[in-house]
Structure formats: structure tokens, C-alpha cells
């Protein structure tokens, strides 16, 4: 029988991600050649035969190249059949050429046999989809084994990276985005052993994720970035003998995410606030992602309606603004509100989504793209703090805008008026109309007003300035006495400005200025106060 090299992906480690025809092919081996990174678990695989370590370790002596090449041409042309195992994919950062320049010139016949690579295992593992309609609608992954041959200025415009052999060098990888223009709010996922029983997975933002991880052992990891990091909460399975088909813990088919030796206020983590009732002061019916949030702390969690949302007092201004969409250049959405309302009276008007050609969308936040997204349209622009006030600075052409005209449909009562303001004093002719109102509930249910009263409540948050002014306007004069032992939570600066006026005080700031931020904040302010 003529010999034969067979290139073989060993995936992430664990042999529940092996494929069969790996699998078949390791059964039959009579050499096996194998790098570092391979589960040891993987080689009781092989029968008796020869087996070599090859393996290239970091810092290390190694074996080179050329002598792995003619290892694989010398059992090769002895009739043996040869496998060469890598971890991942043999051509992803698998050195593959060189072997099989080294084996065609020998002519020597080869396979090469595809395995998971890390650099797809480890994101999907974490819970962070790669790919999203509107936050990630491109990837790129690279080796950050030498930073000073990649070109930063183009990778910083991607939406997601996936970086490989770059724990070393994670200083100067955050550097190097922030100084191109990534913000420091970009969340950023660090996954260690990705596919193995001892998997971590630290998580962070640009601005922190070095800090972070100090002083921890991360390699061999992969490193994420990017704004679907942030999804992992929702995406991330909670294993229970159940539906992990009872199998041993030390082999389930997805690892238990596991948190470093150092707390990380990033990662909300399960059963962190199970002695905390925290009350959240929503708009009537939009709370239920905020809920499931704070559910996973193991929060107990009241809610409090503090807006009323409904139509407009006319559709007058928004019905004349549709008429004439091809007139404008840009829409601005800054709320799902603002989404859903626009939406609803383009569809009155016996008009849809193909009315909006020609004209550029842009949105603040991740919550209005995703409502935006569910009516098939992606976003042009989102500034990367998720705050109005954020959306002139990084607004694209922001000092050719003289004579473009902005379309802004907003809550009738108006509100900070410095988004216009900016855009008019750029040249831009805004067009502000009424697409919905927000009013304030008339009572308190009576078992939320008890536990206030009761002392019950330990944590209130607020989403917006204008639930701050609600609740004070509901509470009357005895609110500030009844927040005296309670925590009062903002999800941003302009909610924070409304608690210091109208309460008196705000304890929690969320860095990112989303739910999973204010999450986030809560869980590390428990962690400090225990």
C-alpha cells in the first residue's frame, strides 16, 4: 500500500468537536506527527504506532520546519500512512504550504482534512455570534504574532475581529484600535482553552480589558472585538444535567463559561444579587429584556411603569414629512420609539421600506438598529457612544453638511434640543415632527408604592431623564424620603443630571450607556459593597 500524509484538523481540542473523518483517519494511522495545542485525549484516538511531538511552543525550543517536513516525506515514502495533527483548521495559521510544497516535491500524496478552528469555536462557545444584521455584518480574523506587520488603519474599520496569537500583545492591539479611531467603549472578549473543560472567558472593553486581565495566564486564547461581544447574556446556553443530554460535566458538549480569579464587572454573573430587589422604571411594556437581564443576577425585580407611550397629538407633520421622503438625505432615529412609530404611519400611508431609497439612516443605539433591523434595513451610520449627544461628533461628511436635510421624528413634547441645535449650526436643515408622546402614568401600582414604603426596594434604576421626572412627579414630595436606603441607578449622563436634580443623588453610572451597561454597573457596585 502506497504511503500517504493526511493533514488533519484536530478542532479546538475536545473530541466532541472532532469530525468523522478525522476521526476515521486517526483510527488508521501508522504515524502520527502532532503540534502543541492537540487534546491529549485526542491521540488515545490512534492506535499503537509512532507518535512525534512537533509541537512549536511560545518562548520555547522547537522543532523546525524543514525537519517536520522531511519527518512527513521520509515515513511517507516508507509506505506508511502519515498524520500530520493540527489544532484548528490546517489552513488557518496551520503552516500547511511548507509541508506540502516539501511532500508535492517528493511526490508524495497528501489530503488535507478540515477541523474547527479555533477562531470560530471560541467566539460561538462564549455566546458571541460573529455575524449580526446590524451590529457585525463583516469579520476578519488575524494573527496578531507580529502587530507591527498588520495594517491597523484598515482593521479598525471593521466591525469584528478575531484575533489569534495576540494575548502577548493586547496593550498594543487596544492601542492601536483606539488611536485609529475604535471607541474605548467597544466590548472585547478574551476566551482561554476555547472547546476544553478548564475554558475561561474574561470580558471587557477596549478601555479596560488590559486591566482586567493583569497578572492572568491567557494564552492559548481568542480575542474578540467588537459590539456582538455585547450579546453574549442572551446568547450563552445555562447547562443543566438535563439538557446537556446527562453526560458528565467534564465532557459537555458546550463548556460553562468560567469567570477569572479576579471578579470581572464586565460579565454580569448568574446568582450575583439574589438577596437584592431591584425596581426599574420602564416605559409601560418595554421592560421585559431589561427584566430577563436582571433575572440572570438573580435579582429579584419590581417593576414601575413611568411613561405612557402612544401617538402623537396629529399625524399632521409626519404624514407631510412621508409624502416627501425623497426629499431628504438623512433619517434620525434615536429610539425604538421613534422606530416603530415612523414605521407604523409609513405603512398607513400605503407606503413601505423601499420608500426610504436614497435616503440614509441613522440611529442611536444598539436597541433602536435591532428595531430597525427586524424591518429588513441596516443602519448607515451608529455613533459609538450610544448617545445622541455622541451623534454629531462622529457624524459622517460632519463639516460638508451645509444645506443636507435631516429628517427627525421625535417625541411631541421635544426634549434636549442640543442634537438640532448642533446639526443646524453645521449648515444641515432639520426637520423635526412629532412620531409619538410620553406622558406619565397617573398611580403607582399599590404593591410597588409598599415596597417603597416597607424599605423593600434595594436598587432603583432609571433609563432616561424623562422616567426620572415621572417618578418624582408620581412619588410627590415623599420620594426623596423613601430613596434614602435605596441605590439609585443611571443608565447614562443626561438620566444621571435629572436624578442629581429632581432625587437629589445618583450611586450608579453605567460606563456603556445600554441595559447590559446599567447591568453591568449594578452587579460591580454589589461586588464593591457587598
Given at each position: 500500500?502506497?504511503?500517504?500524509?493526511?493533514?488533519?484538523?484536530?478542532?479546538?481540542?475536545?473530541?466532541?468537536?472532532?469530525?468523522?473523518?478525522?476521526?476515521?483517519?486517526?483510527?488508521?494511522?501508522?504515524?502520527?506527527?502532532?503540534?502543541?495545542?492537540?487534546?491529549?485525549?485526542?491521540?488515545?484516538?490512534?492506535?499503537?504506532?509512532?507518535?512525534?511531538?512537533?509541537?512549536?511552543?511560545?518562548?520555547?525550543?522547537?522543532?523546525?520546519?524543514?525537519?517536520?517536513n522531511q519527518l512527513l516525506v521520509e515515513h511517507c515514502q516508507q509506505n506508511k500512512q502519515v498524520v500530520r495533527l493540527k489544532s484548528g483548521d490546517p489552513f488557518i495559521f496551520g503552516r500547511c504550504t511548507a509541508e506540502i510544497e516539501a511532500l508535492k516535491a517528493a511526490d508524495c500524496a497528501f489530503e488535507v482534512i478540515p477541523g474547527l478552528s479555533s477562531a470560530l469555536v471560541a467566539p460561538l462557545?462564549?455566546?458571541?455570534?460573529?455575524?449580526?444584521?446590524?451590529?457585525?455584518?463583516?469579520?476578519?480574523?488575524?494573527?496578531?504574532?507580529?502587530?507591527?506587520?498588520?495594517?491597523?488603519?484598515?482593521?479598525?474599520?471593521?466591525?469584528?475581529?478575531?484575533?489569534?496569537?495576540?494575548?502577548?500583545?493586547?496593550?498594543?492591539?487596544?492601542?492601536?484600535?483606539?488611536?485609529?479611531?475604535?471607541?474605548?467603549?467597544?466590548?472585547?472578549?478574551?476566551?482561554?482553552?476555547?472547546?476544553?473543560?478548564?475554558?475561561?472567558?474574561?470580558?471587557?472593553?477596549?478601555?479596560?480589558?488590559?486591566?482586567?486581565?493583569?497578572?492572568?495566564?491567557?494564552?492559548?486564547?481568542?480575542?474578540?472585538?467588537?459590539?456582538?461581544?455585547?450579546?453574549?447574556?442572551?446568547?450563552?446556553?445555562?447547562?443543566?444535567?438535563?439538557?446537556?443530554?446527562?453526560?458528565?460535566?467534564?465532557?459537555?458538549?458546550?463548556?460553562?463559561?468560567?469567570?477569572?480569579?479576579?471578579?470581572?464587572?464586565?460579565?454580569?454573573?448568574?446568582?450575583?444579587?439574589?438577596?437584592?430587589?431591584?425596581?426599574?422604571?420602564?416605559?409601560?411594556?418595554?421592560?421585559?429584556?431589561?427584566?430577563?437581564?436582571?433575572?440572570?443576577?438573580?435579582?429579584?425585580?419590581?417593576?414601575?411603569?413611568?411613561?405612557?407611550?402612544?401617538?402623537?397629538?396629529?399625524?399632521?407633520?409626519?404624514?407631510?414629512?412621508?409624502?416627501?421622503?425623497?426629499?431628504?438625505?438623512?433619517?434620525?432615529?434615536?429610539?425604538?420609539?421613534?422606530?416603530?412609530?415612523?414605521?407604523?404611519?409609513?405603512?398607513?400611508?400605503?407606503?413601505?421600506?423601499?420608500?426610504?431609497?436614497?435616503?440614509?439612516?441613522?440611529?442611536?443605539?444598539?436597541?433602536?438598529?435591532?428595531?430597525?433591523?427586524?424591518?429588513?434595513?441596516?443602519?448607515?451610520?451608529?455613533?459609538?457612544?450610544?448617545?445622541?449627544?455622541?451623534?454629531?461628533?462622529?457624524?459622517?461628511?460632519?463639516?460638508?453638511?451645509?444645506?443636507?436635510?435631516?429628517?427627525?421624528?421625535?417625541?411631541?413634547?421635544?426634549?434636549?434640543?442640543?442634537?438640532?441645535?448642533?446639526?443646524?449650526?453645521?449648515?444641515?436643515?432639520?426637520?423635526?415632527?412629532?412620531?409619538?408622546?410620553?406622558?406619565?402614568?397617573?398611580?403607582?401600582?399599590?404593591?410597588?408604592?409598599?415596597?417603597?414604603?416597607?424599605?423593600?426596594?434595594?436598587?432603583?434604576?432609571?433609563?432616561?431623564?424623562?422616567?426620572?421626572?415621572?417618578?418624582?412627579?408620581?412619588?410627590?414630595?415623599?420620594?426623596?424620603?423613601?430613596?434614602?436606603?435605596?441605590?439609585?441607578?443611571?443608565?447614562?449622563?443626561?438620566?444621571?443630571?435629572?436624578?442629581?436634580?429632581?432625587?437629589?443623588?445618583?450611586?450608579?453610572?453605567?460606563?456603556?450607556?445600554?441595559?447590559?451597561?446599567?447591568?453591568?454597573?449594578?452587579?460591580?457596585?454589589?461586588?464593591?459593597?457587598?
Amino acid at each position: 500500500m502506497r504511503g500517504k500524509v493526511y493533514l488533519v484538523g484536530s478542532g479546538p481540542g475536545s473530541i466532541d468537536y472532532l469530525t468523522v473523518r478525522a476521526q476515521q483517519i486517526l483510527a488508521q494511522a501508522e504515524v502520527l506527527i502532532y503540534d502543541a495545542l492537540v487534546d491529549a485525549a485526542l491521540l488515545q484516538l490512534v492506535p499503537p504506532c509512532l507518535k512525534i511531538d512537533v509541537g512549536k511552543r511560545g518562548g520555547e525550543p522547537s522543532v523546525a520546519q524543514t525537519e517536520i517536513n522531511q519527518l512527513l516525506v521520509e515515513h511517507c515514502q516508507q509506505n506508511k500512512q502519515v498524520v500530520r495533527l493540527k489544532s484548528g483548521d490546517p489552513f488557518i495559521f496551520g503552516r500547511c504550504t511548507a509541508e506540502i510544497e516539501a511532500l508535492k516535491a517528493a511526490d508524495c500524496a497528501f489530503e488535507v482534512i478540515p477541523g474547527l478552528s479555533s477562531a470560530l469555536v471560541a467566539p460561538l462557545l462564549a455566546g458571541i455570534p460573529l455575524t449580526d444584521p446590524v451590529l457585525s455584518r463583516c469579520f476578519a480574523i488575524l494573527s496578531a504574532h507580529y502587530p507591527d506587520l498588520l495594517n491597523w488603519e484598515a482593521l479598525a474599520q471593521i466591525e469584528t475581529l478575531v484575533i489569534l496569537m495576540g494575548t502577548k500583545h493586547l496593550p498594543e492591539i487596544v492601542e492601536q484600535l483606539q488611536r485609529r479611531g475604535r471607541s474605548p467603549h467597544t466590548p472585547v472578549a478574551i476566551i482561554r482553552w476555547a472547546g476544553q473543560t478548564q475554558q475561561q472567558t474574561w470580558f471587557g472593553t477596549l478601555a479596560n480589558i488590559v486591566h482586567q486581565t493583569a497578572r492572568q495566564s491567557l494564552s492559548p486564547a481568542v480575542i474578540t472585538i467588537g459590539e456582538v461581544v455585547a450579546l453574549h447574556p442572551y446568547l450563552q446556553p445555562t447547562l443543566t444535567p438535563e439538557n446537556d443530554l446527562q453526560r458528565d460535566p467534564k465532557q459537555a458538549s458546550i463548556p460553562v463559561t468560567s469567570q477569572p480569579s479576579t471578579p470581572n464587572p464586565q460579565s454580569p454573573t448568574p446568582n450575583f444579587l439574589p438577596d437584592k430587589t431591584v425596581l426599574i422604571t420602564r416605559s409601560a411594556g418595554q421592560s421585559s429584556q431589561f427584566v430577563k437581564l436582571l433575572q440572570q443576577t438573580g435579582a429579584t425585580v419590581l417593576e414601575m411603569p413611568a411613561l405612557e407611550i402612544g401617538p402623537p397629538s396629529s399625524w399632521d407633520a409626519l404624514d407631510q414629512a412621508i409624502a416627501h421622503l425623497q426629499n431628504f438625505d438623512w433619517l434620525i432615529l434615536t429610539s425604538t420609539n421613534g422606530v416603530d412609530y415612523f414605521f407604523e404611519r409609513l405603512t398607513a400611508q400605503g407606503k413601505d421600506a423601499r420608500s426610504l431609497a436614497g435616503v440614509n439612516i441613522a440611529v442611536v443605539g444598539k436597541k433602536t438598529a435591532n428595531s430597525l433591523s427586524h424591518r429588513g434595513l441596516q443602519p448607515d451610520f451608529i455613533p459609538p457612544d450610544f448617545v445622541a449627544d455622541s451623534l454629531i461628533t462622529h457624524f459622517p461628511g460632519v463639516d460638508h453638511l451645509t444645506g443636507k436635510k435631516i429628517l427627525f421624528p421625535r417625541v411631541e413634547s421635544g426634549g434636549r434640543d442640543v442634537l438640532v441645535k448642533e446639526f443646524t449650526d453645521k449648515g444641515a436643515v432639520v426637520t423635526e415632527v412629532a412620531a409619538y408622546q410620553s406622558r406619565c402614568p397617573e398611580a403607582i401600582a399599590p404593591e410597588t408604592l409598599t415596597a417603597l414604603k416597607q424599605g423593600k426596594v434595594d436598587i432603583i434604576t432609571f433609563a432616561s431623564s424623562k422616567t426620572v421626572q415621572c417618578f418624582h412627579q408620581m412619588l410627590g414630595v415623599e420620594a426623596n424620603h423613601w430613596l434614602n436606603n435605596i441605590c439609585i441607578a443611571s443608565i447614562g449622563p443626561q438620566t444621571s443630571a435629572a436624578c442629581d436634580r429632581l432625587l437629589g443623588r445618583v450611586d450608579i453610572e453605567a460606563e456603556e450607556y445600554t441595559l447590559e451597561g446599567l447591568v453591568q454597573a449594578i452587579v460591580q457596585w454589589a461586588r464593591v459593597s457587598g
